[in-house]
């Protein structure tokens, strides 16, 4: 949904709002805030785990230098991930697939890098992308609905990993790409820095923010999420837009491989990117992006994938076993979704 908007004042914004044409300034605030709004929330968590932390051990452990920098780490993947199930959420879909395509680049990863070096990145991502396009050719042209296609290449992709490691850990304790997790950038001198995948995430972000907000291509993929009959009747292909965006997605998970067979120097076709799926949509969801598709902006992404890293590492640090964190999790995830209808029920009553 696009909201119609119109730069106005005087007799004019009065004629505009009789309309129901929303001024322009009030629709830019409107999506500032919205892009925004779980930044407090954010911050609020930080010193929330912070005060928790100083109380059981005297230190603070959370804000220390050497803990934000895994947190970044620990976020980067879901930034990516994010990136690309917020173009697919915004076209009223979703992609389940992206934690089995994810451990299925991966896979490819670290075994293309014992015989071709570097080259296990390409592979990578042509891996995702070979995956997203799968997905998108099914969901275009064949119509089916983008919850069974993409909950069946789930399981299959999943399938396809194990297979491709005949149900073991492929290792490579040389892998020539790992510099990408080990380096970093400082942004406070001998306190925080900016580790490499980290990086990554973020010129991915910017990326994604280019295209839905400064090319046709990112005008059109909102206006598909709007309302798809209305984007085909205006002249739009709609199966375009939507075969572009479940590759991007499957892309980033390519990528998202990549960068955790850097981290690990390792793959296992069942358990690596096990819940990544369900991280990546609560991260779209908390940053603001409505699960029905035309609403939400990429910075919003990038926030939540910032507050489901800091929950995570939180509890780590105050000792929460892995079955409660599976538990916060998914009371997170139900939350976010509980937020967008509330968020939809107060944008149509005004």
Do not use: H
């Not at 299925?104 to 080259?119: E, I, K, P, Q, R």
């Not at 891996?127 to 993409?150: D, E, K, M, S």
């Not at 400082?186 to 010129?203: D, R």
């Not at 991280?279 to 990429?298: E, K, N, P, Q, R």
């Amino acid at each position: 949904m696009i909201e119609k908007s119109v730069l106005a004042t005087g007799p004019d914004a009065k004629a505009a709002e009789a309309a129901g044409v929303v001024p322009l300034r009030q629709a830019r605030l409107k999506g500032w805030l919205r892009t925004i709004g779980m930044l407090p929330v954010l911050v609020l968590l930080c010193i929330l785990i912070q005060a928790a932390t100083f109380y059981l051990d005297g230190e603070g452990r959370f804000l220390s230098g050497q803990n934000l920098s895994i947190v970044l780490q620990q976020a980067a993947i879901n930034m990516v991930l994010g990136a690309g199930m917020t173009f697919v959420i915004l076209t009223g879909g979703i992609d389940l697939s992206v934690g089995s395509i994810l451990a299925a680049s991966a896979m490819t990863a670290v075994m293309a890098s014992l015989g071709y070096g570097s080259l296990g990145i390409v592979v990578a991502l042509v891996t995702g992308l070979l995956f997203g396009v799968l997905n998108g050719l099914l969901i275009a042209f064949i119509r089916l609905p983008p919850f069974i296609v993409t909950l069946g290449s789930m399981t299959a992709v999943r399938g396809i990993a194990r297979l491709l490691g005949n149900d073991t850990t492929v290792f490579n304790p040389e892998l020539p790409f790992a510099g990408i997790a080990s380096g970093s950038v400082p942004i406070v001198p001998g306190y925080v820095a900016l580790p490499g995948l980290a990086v990554i995430a973020l010129v991915v972000i910017l990326a994604s923010w280019f295209i839905l907000r400064r090319t046709v291509l990112g005008v059109r993929i909102y206006a598909v999420g709007g309302n798809p009959d209305a984007a085909r009747l205006s002249g739009i292909k709609v199966w375009a837009v939507l075969l572009f965006v479940y590759a991007t997605s499957g892309l980033l998970a390519g990528l998202g491989g990549a960068m955790s067979a850097a981290r690990l120097y390792a793959a296992n076709g069942l358990q690596l990117g096990q819940s990544y799926e369900l991280d990546a949509i609560a991260a779209v969801i908390l940053g603001g992006t409505s699960f029905v598709g035309g609403i939400g902006s990429i910075w919003g992404t990038l926030i939540g994938a910032l507050i489901i890293a800091v929950l995570s590492n939180g509890l780590i640090l105050l000792g929460v076993s892995d079955i409660w964190q599976l538990i916060v999790k998914g009371i997170v995830i139900i939350g976010a979704v509980a937020l967008d209808r509330y968020r939809l029920r107060g944008s149509a009553r005004t």
